[in-house]
């Protein structure tokens, strides 16, 4: 069974910096990207990054419009853990952040507990 377990969150000043990361435990059926997600309060959980093995091409990574340039999704395979760095982080930016893989529009596993990541203006 996989599993997730994130961590890092936190309270952030604007401005500021947070890194997350995803311990990943079991194993997961390729092909599927590994992906962040968040919710904030009474809004629906959203993609935030992706990214996809590309095996001798290199990994691929994806981002929401509002986070591009600010957030870097990365992995560290020999970790089993994904990481999002957060930078330049904005009020609208809180929220809890979960991780997951995904084969395009479905998770493939249950939700962890996630992080609460806030932002003060």
């Known amino acids: 069974q996989v599993r997730f377990v994130e961590s890092g969150g936190g309270l952030v000043q604007s401005g500021g910096s947070l890194r997350l990361s995803c311990l990943v435990s079991?194993?997961?059926?390729?092909?599927?990207?590994m992906a962040w997600f968040r919710q904030a309060p009474g809004k629906q959980r959203d993609l935030v990054a992706g990214?996809?093995?590309?095996?001798?091409?290199?990994?691929?990574?994806n981002y929401a419009d509002s986070v591009r340039g600010r957030f870097t999704i990365s992995r560290d395979n020999a970790k089993n853990t994904v990481y999002l760095q957060m930078n330049s982080l904005r009020p609208e930016n809180t929220a809890v952040y979960y991780c997951?893989?995904?084969?395009?529009?479905?998770?493939?596993?249950?939700w962890g507990q996630g992080p609460q990541v806030t932002v003060s203006s």
């Open positions: 997951n893989a995904r084969y395009r529009t479905l998770v493939l596993a249950s």
């Open positions: 990214i996809t093995d590309g095996g001798t091409g290199g990994d691929t990574t």
């Open positions: 079991g194993t997961i059926v390729s092909p599927y990207t």
